[in-house]
């Protein structure tokens, strides 16, 4: 019955499905490091560079080298309020970052700026709390490293692809300049391998964009100095085509890139005025090759980036110390609608006070169970008729491990409630709180762990032991032996509501010479196995002359 249990957990436990998004495309504008897809907006900015200015130049002087650090942001339309937060740190400046919906790719290199390195990770959102986790949650997954070695001219993610454009190291500076084109599955992992796709028919000397076009590889450049889309066909060759407007030709050097928002691909522009002390930001949407007018804004002085989220595109703008903010443009529109301000990523006391109180709580406990727990303090709490020889138990307190599998088939129930309202791994319906900074990510597993308590304490209190336990076959004892009062096991109910938010506590059992937990030593019971507890019943019962004065 309790390997029937414990299968039965397993299966759940493995049973999670995650959605997945299709792909947008990348962005372009002057701020490299930014991609968005489906909805999802990513950006590597520096991590409050003038407060790390400031630190160093009061503990070092003014001349006090800075060590930049660099983050990783999100945000997402989807949320109902706008907000951006962390999602991951870097020691050293990322070189490229694609999105595919709700997925992101990081290209960096070592501290030395030696090899590539690439990791893969994506939003889930928490249907309970409405906030997005970062996944996996252990780290980023690695990506193997491309065969060669090189600057990265471009980077896409098309079907959940990694599309990469090099121009490998020269040995020699007189050598003509080369390039490769290559493609990895992003959920291969580091045993991958690259397949090496043909080169666009484009002049990769200059600038060259990559992005998702009707779930097929483009690209947009320079060809024969004309402004040119290229993209692959059904039989994986490259067509191209150039660009005009109102019959003439688009210049190739003003093409800051190109991406798709609602199947319509829109060309961006970078065109500066008569003085070239200005510039404005011209979008033009392509129908038949040829590309019709849609805005004409001027260039923000902040660094910038134009992105497709949902059905219109979005202005990004960089803010001091890391902030951003977000205008809308919408098909109809020429000019982009009023900025929204993000809420910048903090650690709000609302998010981690239960830390310091679970930690009290349980230090309570601890010391509760070594001072009430002890053989002197449990002689007064047995109430034994005096007629009644008081017995010395024998049987050990139950290992963790059953107590934990209990524990676990009790939260069963939890589990399938909020199964339905709750999208993620089944690990984060059992992220334990005392163990995470951040309590509104751990909702999902204060619901099960809730549940789980309250249904096995309701067996504890009316039966002597819950369905987990019963299962497992283990039952609550008085600490000397017989059942344990009502009272007693309503406490320890109580009690172990503390090692469910902390279950480190229960480790104090490692060191009781009987076994026993600190709820356990308070109430004076015991969880023990339920054969060897009717085995020892049935030879007291025979000792105390068949069980009439049995102790209660």
Known sequence: MCGLALLTLFLTLFLTLFLT??????????????????????????????????????SSGESAAVVPSYALMHHTIKDAEPSERLAMRFASEPVAIAAHGARVVIVTRDERGGRLYLFSLFAVKNEVTASWMIFPRGGPLPLAAPPVDGEVRATALVNDQLVLLLRPKRADARAPELHWLGVIPCESGAGSVWNELPLPPLELSESVGLFARENVLAAVGSKDGRATLAWRNKNEMWESTPLTRAEAAVAPRAVVGAFEVAQRTVLVERVLTPDRNAASLRLGILRENAVQPWAEFPEPRAPWSIAPLGARARLLELRARGGASLRALSFSAELPEAAVEFLPPGFSSATWMHL?????????????????????????????????????????????????????????????????FVRGTPMDLLQIPAFSPNLETTIPAVIVFSVGWFVASVGDVLFGRSMGKRLVGLRIIAARGGPAPVS?????????????????????????????????????????????????????????????????
Do not use: K
């Not at 489906?38 to 407060?51: A, E, F, K, Y």
């Open 356 to 420: 310091p109180i679970i930690g009290v709580l349980s230090v309570a406990l601890l010391l509760s169970a070594v001072i009430f727990g002890s053989d002197a303090y449990l002689e007064g709490r047995v109430l034994v008729p005096s007629a009644v020889p008081l017995h010395a138990r024998t049987i050990r307190g139950a290992s963790l491990f059953r107590r934990a599998s209990a524990m676990l088939i009790d939260m069963l129930p939890g589990m399938v409630v909020v199964w339905f």
């Open 21 to 58: 998004h299709r792909a947008r495309a990348d962005l372009p504008g002057t701020i490299p490091l930014s991609a968005a897809g489906d909805g999802h907006l990513w950006w590597v900015v520096q991590v409050d560079p003038q407060s790390l200015q400031a630190s160093a130049a009061a």
């Open 488 to 552: 007693r096991r309503l406490l320890r109910a109580l009690l172990s509501a503390i090692t469910v938010t902390s279950p480190a506590v229960m480790l104090l059992a490692l060191l009781h010479p009987r076994g026993d937990g600190p709820a356990e030593m308070i109430t004076g019971t015991a969880v023990v196995d339920a054969e060897e507890a009717d085995a020892a019943g049935a030879a007291r019962d025979e000792a105390d002359g068949g069980g009439e004065n049995r102790p209660g």
